[in-house]
């Protein structure tokens, strides 16, 4: 009987999938210096992105038939050593594109009306000074009409770019494989309309959008940094709901604090899980704890895909 460690949980119609299908699933969690001696007894584990699968439990665990990813990125396991030991790496990278990109227009639509600064001020000053904090935040800004800049345009990429796209924005995008087709925006549940999109420039990008969402995996160094802020439009908007490492977070402190960046939204950080204290405490930073995978929606689907992806591999 195939035996599976969901060490990072799964949901409940995932496990209930593989349960169908003969299979045994845990989900208690195991902490990570106890997982060695834990996976002796598995053919498989699942993770999110707090458990690592690093080489040295890949060498400790030859009865590992199979890791599975419950998300997108991959960079809490060494994906290339593990396929090249016979051991396979699967991954859902479409079920939760949709889930992210509603969190990066919570950030967006958060920055433009002032409502992370609004939210930590008017439990404290709202009785007090509520005409002084309506003044403070009285220059919003609407996104329609606005330039979206989304650099990394694959499912999440391209997901963002269609709920812009619904908003009324301009959409421009950069990636490493450049792309020319459409993005079919559904209304209604049966009115679908295809809307031409290319790729451009990376510098095209930085330098003509009012906001910048990045989806794209951990880089050996920041995408964004001081160079990068410095061609960019002032007051513009950056949010992150990628990966930790892909921005340069002093030079986003000192773009914010210049002015040059109006405000920042982020779900991911460089040292999860402390971010750094100046980011955490920086008014013009929305802030979320790595959840853009979080809703229900996206959890039942990440389940259902990984259940599948483990349930073909065993039954070859």
Known sequence: MVKILANDGIDPVGKALLEQAGYTVDTETIPQDKLVEALQHYDAITVRSATKVRQELIDQCPNLSLIGRGGVGMDNIDVDYAREKGIAVVNTPAASSHSVAELVFAHLLTGVRFLQDANRKMPVEGNTNFNGLKKAYAKGMELKGKTLGVIGFGRIGRATAAMGLRLGMKVVAYDLFPFTGHISLTFQGD??????????????????????????????????????????????????????????????????????????????????????????????????????????????????????????????
């Open 191 to 316: 009115v679908s309309v295809d809307i031409p999109v290319e790729t451009v420039s990376f510098e095209e990008v930085i330098s003509s959008s009012d906001f910048i969402s990045l989806h794209t995996p951990f880089a050996d160094k920041p995408i964004l940094g001081a160079a990068e802020f410095d061609m960019m439009r002032p007051g513009v908007g950056i949010v992150n709901c990628s990966r930790g490492g892909t921005i340069d977070e002093q030079a986003l402190i000192d773009a914010l604090d210049s002015g040059k960046v109006g405000f920042a939204g982020l779900d991911v950080f460089d040292n999860e899980p402390t971010p750094l204290a100046a980011l955490l405490s920086h008014p013009k930073i929305s802030l979320t704890p790595h959840i853009g995978a979080a809703t229900n929606e996206a959890q039942e689907r990440i389940g259902e895909e990984l259940a599948g992806l483990i349930i073909a591999h065993f039954s070859k």
